[in-house]
């Protein structure tokens, strides 16, 4: 299945993105809107790229009009998303980002008609236990309690949820590549607009970063950008409700290269590695490995 392969190389380059975040956001950026609207200029780079080689396409204006909307409503989600981030730990709101492939699943049966069979229906489920428990650094009773952050966490996955499928009911008529390009777009008209809200910050950003900053800012953003582009592709070739539940594995790809950086690297970033840790990640592979299977069979 190529959109299976897609699917896992998007949040493996995503996994390395929010890795590199990290270290330029504990190290380097203060503000980390800088990195958003920065990373519009690569988008906006790469729209174009694509409107010049294949032009500006045949889409009536109003698919074009939703299309730079999907764009736009995935990079403002960032906005809600911080600010849960201000009211609780990361590790506390993570795993209930996991509402994101139950909302795409729910909006892509009811306005695309896709189903899942039996199968796949138990695919969807052990990836999205095996993405919860990934996002999840320990479990207790606590974590369930109503917090002040999850009205903010379930308005950025309806951010989140309804671009992928509204991606997915425009790719299926027109393809991927002019699809793929007005997305671009309105993700980079997004990005500037998060720019123009924290313009004072960002300009003071610019001026502050050093040449090795600007070029890890730079590989970040490229790297972050074909995430997109193979995310946006499995969609266009699978069903957006599996392919939304792949997602739910950047939490593991983040867990890899940390702990790959851990014992090699310590100094720039040292990853929990006790016995709990690993117990809790072992199991949350072999979850999603179980309905990677599933998928296959």
Request: hydrophobic content about 60%; overall charge positive.
């Amino acid at each position: 299945m190529p959109w299976l392969v897609f699917a896992l190389v998007s949040p493996a380059l995503f996994g390395a993105s929010t890795i590199i975040d990290k270290f330029l956001i504990d190290k380097r950026v203060k503000d980390p809107v800088f990195l958003t609207a920065f990373g519009g200029f690569i988008v906006l780079a790469g729209a174009a790229a694509i409107f010049t080689v294949r032009g500006f396409g045949t889409l009536p204006g109003g698919q074009i009009a939703v299309l730079i909307a999907i764009g736009i409503m995935d990079e403002i989600a960032l906005v809600p998303y911080y600010k849960a981030l201000s009211y609780d730990d990361a590790s506390r709101i993570m795993p209930f980002f996991q509402l994101v492939p139950v909302i795409v699943l729910a909006f892509s049966y009811l306005f695309l008609h896709e189903a899942l069979d039996l199968r796949q229906i138990a695919a969807f489920i052990l990836i999205l236990a095996g993405s919860f428990l990934l996002a999840v650094e320990r479990i207790d009773a606590g974590m369930f309690r109503p917090r002040r952050s999850l009205s903010w966490v379930a308005l950025t996955s309806v951010l989140w949820a309804v671009p992928a499928v509204l991606f997915k009911s425009v790719a299926m008529d027109r393809g991927f590549w002019d699809t793929a390009a007005y997305t671009l777009l309105g993700i980079a008209t997004g990005a500037f607009i998060l720019f123009a809200a924290s313009y004072r910050r960002s300009v003071a950003q610019f001026g502050a970063l050093r040449a090795g900053t600007w070029a890890m800012v730079g590989a970040n953003e490229v790297v972050y950008f074909l995430g997109q582009i193979f995310w946006f592709y499995a969609i266009a070739l699978g069903p957006v409700s599996l392919v939304s539940a792949m997602g739910g594995l950047i939490p593991l790809f983040v867990f890899l290269y940390g702990t790959a950086i851990s014992l090699w690297l310590p100094k720039i970033l040292r990853e929990d590695l006790s016995r709990n840790t690993l117990f809790l990640k072992i199991a949350s592979l072999a979850l999603v490995l179980g309905g990677i299977w599933f998928i296959n069979r």
